[in-house]
């Protein structure tokens, strides 16, 4: 079992996770709408499910900022509606607390399309990038013009 979860991790390291996360209060509930921030052609987002969440009987799944999950295209370009993809949040409006102890949120809820080897799939990232996202997966970090 334990040889099982060690080539699990590995495997996510190699499709561009990087690491542990520390505890971030989860502000997006499965159902919650999002903003597309890079230059797919998607505008809008729908959070489907949260990839790894492990949670209790009848508690709402819910994401934080640096969360991979799965979405389904809402508004944008006609190829790219109505089909589900993979998405990373990279900002979240829910305050949450970082280690050196002050708060930070963001003025809206956005995610970014990534492919399920965790590359991404635009090219460039409009508006700030949380800290968060950009440690866990290092695409996202070079794309980002702006890390807060």
Do not use: H
């Amino acid at each position: 079992m334990a040889a099982r979860a060690k080539s699990r991790a590995r495997a996510l390291i190699a499709r561009g996770m990087i690491g542990q996360r520390m505890k971030i209060t989860r502000g997006l509930p499965v159902g919650s709408m999002v903003k597309c921030a890079d230059n797919t052609g998607a505008r809008d987002l729908r959070i489907i499910q949260v990839i790894g969440y492990k949670g209790r009987l009848r508690r709402s799944p819910s994401a934080a900022v640096g969360d991979m999950v799965s979405v389904s295209v809402r508004s944008g370009s006609p190829d790219l509606r109505r089909k589900i993809f993979r998405g990373v949040i990279i900002r979240q409006r829910k305050p949450y607390r970082r280690k050196e102890g002050y708060w930070i949120q963001f003025e809206d809820n956005a995610a970014v399309l990534m492919t399920d080897e965790g590359e991404m799939r635009g090219s460039e990232i409009r508006g700030p990038v949380s800290r968060e996202a950009a440690e866990r997966w290092p695409r996202i970090a070079s794309a980002a013009r702006i890390i807060i």
